[in-house]
């Protein structure tokens, strides 16, 4: 960067020789009226050689306005701008900053930046104007060198009084990141305009300061300072990223109070709030209400629905802004994905790398690692190592998404592969990172691999171990029955254990049958959960698979004396774009006739192969001889069959849960996948299941 060009010497001399006279203009034919008056650039260069002929190029103002419109009002004639200013005998620091302008208009920082400093050899002594384009210029170059040193020349030349100067040199400082520098000039200015407020409101919002804007506002409310809309917008952001719905509704009253009608960027930035503060339906109403919505309102409302869940809604207000042919961008299809990848909608969110592909949209780092996770919690991993491998650029949460989602889909060993080739391409690993890493240690059965891993993470990287490591721990050691070793790991734990790592050392109870442990997990778990029905259920299974019948009956009474209700199991499977939904004993889906019949034949074939049903997963009010209709009438089970019913022998079934996988429908449906000579890919709660050929790849733990 030129820096030693800007200096902080005396500034140069300005005196030269007088233009020479210039020519009498008469009004009809004044040349700078005739200027304003151009609608086209053929009009303006028809112009332009008369105004060379008659000798008016020599006049300053008529340069400047011949110059204003090549480089800023026609910006495609900028080379042209270049000549006319290079054939200039006497240019001005007002024709500099028309030709900076110019250049910082289109993206060429670097061009404006030797203009400045040409202009300062030439010597033309620079204005206000002139510094506040060149302090633009090396925020965009992120120059922190050469904006101070401007700085330096804008003290010398005494110019550093001018709020305009001040204000851009705030939005610089900002720029750079060095925001208490900015502050401090804020705080220096004896008057502040609004202008100087939405500087500072820029620049804590351009560091993600979010919280810093809502407490900079209440300053400007105190001191009873008019705030314009390009105010309210920053804030209502920084109220939608700290969740404050009561001064994002303040702010929605004073717009009403002031009775102006809101432009489109306001009520998007309304919408952007309610939405992020959960408030859907009014964020949907203001939606509705607008009689014009960019692409930036229709991704602010589908990423809201996505935020809290509401995947479907995200999807169905997508398939409305296809009908409404509004373009979606970056942002539209990350959130997209996103639901997609909750509601395991493969064939929609394959639309939607399709649509990138074809319409040839720029593959960011964002949206290349939102494919990957969409992918891979669809559990087509294949796919998703496709994406990864063929993206330009990745950052640490692109290589951190694939890992875990190999760890979750059953390939640990490839996923710890992954991470040893992450490090060879001096990729830092960040605390998510070795959330996957551990995972995979535990999903693979390599526990001294594990013990290594999380050593390393604050030996090796500085990275104090969070709940969720502590929680992989635990899983590692439960899956390897090492029970007792679990237990004594979060006893010996340095954070306060939280339910969800108690929940983990129950679950492996179950599985290796320790009536001790799981009692004393339950324990703690009451202590910090007390209403979760399936810590209760859990259990009361581990009770019954060790015949203690009376202390399960137990277990299931004190859930109905706390009023405790299990959650209901809910299936998702989605054929031919369509997402299908199912609750255990369901009868509200159209065919619900055709469900049942197909899931009594496939029960049929599957006792003619030998399948026993566990009719300890029956609902608590069963009664005996109905506990075996009950267990076959799960939710993945009607999701099952009626993926059997809708697609072609040999198609793979992707089904969601929202609950764990149980025995009975685990044991039912790797049975199924032999049986019916089908691949079935089930996500649960906890991980992928995928089924093939009578096994399933979690190696029956789960």
Known sequence: MRVAAVSSSTPPATTSLPPPPLPQVTTARNPKSLLSQCKTIKHVRQLHAD??????????FVAGNLLELLAITFPDAMDEAGLVFSHLEFPVAAHYNVMMRGHTAKDSPRDAIALFLQMLEDPVEPDAHSFSCALKSSSRLFAVDLGEGIHGLVVKFGVDGSAFVRNTLIHAYASFGHVESARKLFDEMPERNVVAWNSMFAGYAKNGDWAEVVRLFGEMRVLDIQPDEVTLICVLTACGRVGDLGLGEWIHGHIEEVGVK?????????VDMYGKCGQLDTARRLFDGMPERDVVAWSALISAYNQWSRCRHALALFNEMQIAKVPPNEVTMVSVLSSCAVLGALENGKWVHFYVEKNKLRMTVNLGTALIDFYAKCGSIDNALKVFERMRQRNVLSWSVIIQGLANNGQGREAIAMFSRMQKENVKPNDVTFIGVLSACS??????????????????????PRIEHHGCMVDMLGRAGMIEEAHCFIKNMTIPPNAIVWRTLLASCKVHGNVEVAEDALRHIMKLEPEHSGDYILLSSIYASAGRWEDSLRMRTEMKKRGIKKIPGCSLIEVDGVIHEFFAEDITHPQSKEIYVAVEDMMQKLKASGYVPHTAEARLDADEEDKEISVSHHSEKLAIAFGLIHTSPGTTIRISKNLRVCNDCHSATKMISKVFNREIVVRDRNRFHHFRDGSCSCNDYW
């Open 51 to 60: 105004i060379i002929k008659t000798g008016h190029i020599r006049n300053p």
């Open 262 to 270: 809101p432009s489109r960027n306001l009520v998007t930035a309304l």
């Open 443 to 464: 999903h693979s059965g390599l526990v001294d691999e594990g013990w290594r891993y999380f050593a390393s993470m604050s030996k090796d990287y500085g990275i104090r």
